[in-house]
């Protein structure tokens, strides 16, 4: 085939290869004195060498660099066979044609355990094109330079394999020298492309040599060959079997070495035939178990919502897949995945990804469960506990679906009040009021009270609930939502201050642990405004512009009509306070958010927020 590429060195100059000649466009006399089929590839090339051409693998270049170096590193290599002199030994080598079969004829001339470490550094993808022996250190050795080709690449590497060590003595015979190399070259074989999605353990009962890609090499004359599947031999996590290969001539048979026997169970070779797809639920499964015992080094936002999107079953549409559930982790514990976990996993047919929040040993803990498989059906198990801290609510779950909407009537008298609704929105785990006051202190507890932690819970809490919304509910129309079921709500936590209501007028503060609702109010002469201060009782208390304080800054979370403020309306608490800015503005997702955020700092504060300035 006739080929053109750029000269990377001298680009104004372009070189043809066909067969083994090199040509520079200059020397156009030698097309000349070809014929007209020359004559034609020539033209050919040039208008091949007009377009352009790929440049070479970089990864096969690397490829055949590695090979070159393992090559000459080598130690400690044996010759099969026996010689005279190490003149006889370096002329059998030089002997060997550099054809095609150069590499295998090469193979044969080594011990058992020489050839199988070369030709694992050699690999499948190389040929060997030519070599020179010398003499090496001592008399019983040699050295031999190989020239290797790699793949496709133009380019090759000389490599030296030093002072290789051979039997002084007589030579092997000519018959024993073919069987030793007949078994050489048939010593490492590959299953055909119909099979290769099978196990290795599922074609084993049933493997022939038709099965085989490649034809065996050619029988020595005189000599007959059987094939036998080895039973057991199938290691499906390397994705091969064995075959037994065995040469005989009447009632002899014949081992690897080429020495005989009347025993055909001593005779023989075990090939490996390689190729199956390999089953790689065992080291799967380890590394599985290596990713779930390491700890997280640090919690990030953006790792820890992918990880919460795919395990969380409230959220029906997720965009997270199983790898970016996977990478999400290895990036929170500085973990290395091999190609094989990323890609050979998948969710076990019929299940779902779940996590589990709960406090365990005073923290915020989700544990995360799936059942996986790896895409040839074995099924693999994947297990692990996340301290989570602020992100806590990024696995919160709904404990019930069938959530309470209904008018808050605290007035009947008032028109306006009828359009108030309370909601109960409760947190799987954490459904009652003693668990989930729990959950709030242990949030305390585990951010060490920090403002932006508690903050960045609060922001993740109303997403909680904002999504939880029914259609044509949402927080414009709320005026409390009870966290918890508010039948477990003690009665030692308020007085009931209003026979209409099951309820009765009720605020944010420490014991309560509502969001939004009443909140404490300072009398002015015609009316009464907020002071940012937790409720306190049945006659304390107003609806109408409440706001949480934190650090200077006022954020209001109800409107006039005390409702949630779907935008934080932001505001300096005081007179000398500094000026607003967007990271006041933004502080906040929602005024829902807010309101959570007034409910916590209540419980970390005890009620004793901030001192009330005009």
């Not at 372009?14 to 156009?28: L, V």
């Not at 190609?339 to 998948?346: H, Q, R, Y």
């Not at 469960?369 to 895409?375: A, E, H, P, R, S």
């Not at 989930?436 to 403002?451: E, M, N, P, R, Y």
Request: glycine fraction near 4%.
């Amino acid at each position: 085939m006739l080929k053109a590429q750029k000269s990377f060195n001298t680009p104004k100059h372009t070189f043809w290869d066909i067969g083994d000649f090199k040509m520079k466009k200059k020397h156009k006399k030698i097309l000349l004195l070809s014929s007209l089929g020359l004559g034609f590839l020539a033209s050919t090339a040039v208008a091949v060498a007009c377009s352009e051409q790929p440049q070479p693998d970089h990864n096969d270049q690397k490829a055949l660099e590695q090979i070159q170096k393992g090559v000459n590193e080598l130690k400690d290599l044996d010759l099969f066979s026996s010689y005279p002199t190490q003149t006889d030994a370096i002329n059998a080598i030089k002997a060997l044609k550099a054809d095609d079969h150069l590499k295998t004829n090469l193979l044969a001339l080594f011990a058992k355990k020489s050839s199988t470490t070369l030709n694992n550094i050699l690999g499948t993808h190389t040929k060997l094109t030519a070599l020179t022996v010398t003499k090496g250190d001592a008399d019983d050795k040699v050295n031999i330079k190989i020239t290797i080709k790699y793949g496709e690449l133009k380019k090759t590497a000389d490599a030296t394999l030093k002072n290789v060590k051979f039997t002084v003595g007589a030579p092997a015979s000519a018959d024993v020298m073919q069987i030793r190399s007949w078994y050489e070259a048939n010593r490492n074989l590959q299953v055909i492309a119909a099979k290769s999605s099978q196990l290795a353990s599922k074609a084993l009962a049933t493997f022939k040599e038709t099965d085989l890609l490649h034809t065996l090499t050619a029988v020595p004359v005189g000599l007959t060959k059987s094939f036998t599947a080895v039973a057991n031999s199938a290691d499906d996590a390397k994705g091969t079997l064995e075959v037994k290969l065995v040469l005989s001539k009447g009632s002899d048979f014949y081992k690897e070495d080429g020495s005989k026997t009347t025993t055909q169970s001593e005779a023989g070779m075990k090939a490996t035939v390689s190729g199956f797809v390999k089953d790689l639920s065992k080291s799967l499964q380890q590394e599985l178990d290596k990713l779930a015992a390491k700890v997280i080094s640090k919690l990030d936002a953006t790792n820890l919502e992918k990880i919460a999107d795919y395990v969380n079953k409230d959220h029906k549409t997720k965009t997270s897949t199983l790898s970016d559930f996977i990478n999400a982790l290895a990036a929170l514990t500085n973990t290395s995945l091999s190609a094989d976990l990323v890609n050979n996993l998948v969710l076990k047919p019929g299940t779902q990804a779940s996590s589990t929040l709960s406090v365990t040993n005073n923290k915020l803990v989700t544990k995360l469960d799936l059942k996986l498989q790896t895409k040839q059906g074995v099924d693999l198990n994947f297990t692990k506990d996340i301290e989570v801290a602020e992100f806590a609510p990024l696995f919160f779950e709904d404990h019930d679906s069938n959530k309470v909407y209904e008018p808050l009537v605290v007035n009947k008298d008032v028109p306006a009040n009828k359009s108030h609704k309370y909601a109960e929105i409760h947190v799987a785990g954490f459904e009652t009021y003693d668990k989930f006051k729990t959950l709030i202190d242990t949030a305390i507890a585990v951010t060490d009270g920090d403002s932006n932690k508690l903050t960045s819970f609060a922001n993740y809490y109303a997403n909680f609930i904002k999504k939880r919304f029914s259609t044509g509910l949402d927080e414009k129309e709320l005026f409390i939502i009870y966290p918890y079921d508010s039948s477990t709500l003690p009665t030692t936590v308020t007085p009931h201050g209003n026979t209409d209501n099951k309820f009765g007028a009720i605020g944010s503060n420490s014991t309560t642990r509502v969001i939004g609702g009443w909140q404490n109010f300072r009398k002015l002469t015609y009316s009464a405004e907020a002071t940012g201060w937790p409720w306190k009782n049945a006659g304390d208390g107003t609806g109408q512009d409440s706001y949480l304080v934190l650090d200077q800054y006022k954020y209001y979370f109800m409107d006039v009509h005390s409702k949630f403020l779907e935008t934080v309306n932001a505001r300096k608490a005081w007179t000398n306070s500094p000026e607003v800015t967007d990271t006041q503005r933004n502080l906040f997702n929602s005024g829902l958010a807010a309101a959570i955020r007034f409910m916590i700092e209540a419980a970390r504060t005890s009620d004793n927020m901030h001192e009330f300035k005009k």
